[in-house]
Every structure is written in C-alpha cells, then in structure tokens.
C-alpha cells in the first residue's frame, strides 16, 4: 500500500467516523472537495503563467500588482496576504519555502505539494538550495544565481517560470 493509498483510507475513516457522530455530512466534505478540485487549485495558477508567456502587459500588470492581475482572468482566489511574483530567467532561478511552518498561496496554486511542508525541504533549501535542487532532479548551471524567498502569514510568492523553448507560437 502505498502513503497515498494509507492517506486516502485514513481520511474516509476519519469522515465516516464524523459523519456518524453527526458532527458533518457527507454533503458538505463533498462539496468542500468540489470547490477545491473545481475552483482552488493550480489551474489558477498556470492561467496566470500562460497568459504572462503569451502578452507582454499582462506579464507587467502580473508583476506589478498580482493579485489585479489573476482577477482580470476571473479567478475567485481570496488574497489571504500580499503577493509577490518573482520571474526567473536565463540567469536566474527562484525557490520558495516557508521557514516557520508552509505558507502558500493555496487559492492560487491549490494545496502546498508534501515535500514543500517537510521539516527538511524548510530546513535545508535555504542553506544549500543547489544541492536540494537537484535531488529533486533540477541542476542548475554554476553561473545562474539562486534566490530562496521565504514565504510567511504577511507574504506569500509565486515563481513566473521561463517560457520553454519551442513554445512561442503557441497561445494560452
């Protein structure tokens, strides 16, 4: 069995249990699950990464003011604190954590991937990012710099990714 599957046991367990007990119904952790498979997650996300590759203003008002900027693509995520993109580039590459517990701008992104609230990723990332870089498989020439920006409950970041090459012609 593996983490997942035990997870996913644990959590209807978890939901029969207050479901019996009256303390929930079955109706509410179904639609909760809706609105986080529908409406919060990384889709949002990657709307505002496409349309940043694909129009140069867009790109602009993104980095300037992003939480205006993901309203104008109708996305309904609730700023839960101040927003700051950060664009990597050919000579730089951006890496976020938060220190102290895993802020993350979840109605933006959906929920934090496991490895981002790991006591070890937390710890390590901002004391040797390159080498936890490429255990996660990413090897970064020596010559690009790496900056480690810590997320926190008064600011949340968002990495603009580099367009991939090959990719020009292709729209949103």
């Not at 952790?29 to 997650?41: C, L, M, S, T, W």
């Not at 602009?60 to 839960?80: F, K, N, S, Y």
């Amino acid at each position: 069995m593996t983490e997942r599957d035990a997870n996913a046991l644990r959590a209807e367990a978890l939901e029969s249990l207050l479901v019996e007990k009256g303390l929930v119904r079955s109706e509410v952790v179904d639609a909760i699950i809706r609105r986080f498979e529908q409406d919060i997650g990384p889709m949002n996300g990657a709307k505002a990464v496409a349309r940043a590759w694909s129009d140069p203003g867009y790109r602009a008002r993104l980095l300037a003011d992003p939480w205006a900027a993901i309203a104008e693509l109708g996305v309904t995520a609730i700023p839960d604190a101040p927003l700051v993109v950060v664009e990597n580039s050919p000579g730089v590459h951006n890496v976020v954590v938060c220190t102290l517990c895993s802020c993350y701008p979840s109605g933006l992104l959906g929920l934090p991937p496991s490895w981002y609230k790991s006591p070890a990723y937390r710890a390590r990332i901002v004391r040797e990012p390159r080498a936890v870089l490429a255990e996660m498989g990413l090897v970064l020439p020596a010559d690009v710099e790496v900056r480690v920006w810590d997320s926190s409950a008064e600011m949340r970041y968002m990495v603009l990714p580099e367009r991939p090459a090959g990719t020009d012609a292709m729209s949103q």
